[in-house]
Nanobody
Framework: VQLVESGGGSVQAGGSLRLSCAVS???????MGWFRQAPGKEHEGVAA???????SYADSVKGRFTISKDNAKNTLYLQMNSLKPEDTATYYC????????????????????WGQGTQVTVSS
């Protein structure tokens, strides 16, 4: 199983980016998520989507980021709008084979597979 992120880059504040995460190999993911890590900080759950379509977002990105999934393409997306300098981080996608309660969907510990990350830099 391999998760490969793409779509990162450098943008000015207020701009948009769309991240993609392509999943190869057989995996039934009950939950998939996006996480980020800024230099010197812990991994932070950003957004997650469950197999029933339920979504969960960190308060810091609500209203600006949208997570979606294309099952036919086995690809996870994160549309990021109104980007801020504090969104600068390496973004990772992850897959969880277990069914999780919504309260746990943004916890790093529940995820089984991880991508290698894509850098997002937002300048002011």
């Amino acid at each position: 199983v391999q998760l490969v992120e793409s779509g990162g880059g450098s943008v000015q504040a207020g701009g948009s980016l769309r991240l993609s995460c392509a999943v190869s190999g057989y995996i039934y993911s009950n939950c998939m998520g996006w996480f980020r890590q800024a230099p010197g900080k812990e991994h932070e759950g950003v957004a997650a989507i469950r197999s029933d379509g339920s979504t969960s977002y960190a308060d810091s990105v609500k209203g600006r980021f949208t997570i979606s999934k294309d099952n036919a393409k086995n690809t996870l997306y994160l549309q990021m709008n109104s980007l801020k300098p504090e969104d600068t981080a390496t973004y990772y996608c992850a897959a969880d084979v277990q069914w999780e309660e919504m309260t746990r969907m943004l916890e790093t510990a529940v995820y089984d597979y991880w991508g290698q990350g894509t850098q997002v830099t937002v300048s002011s």
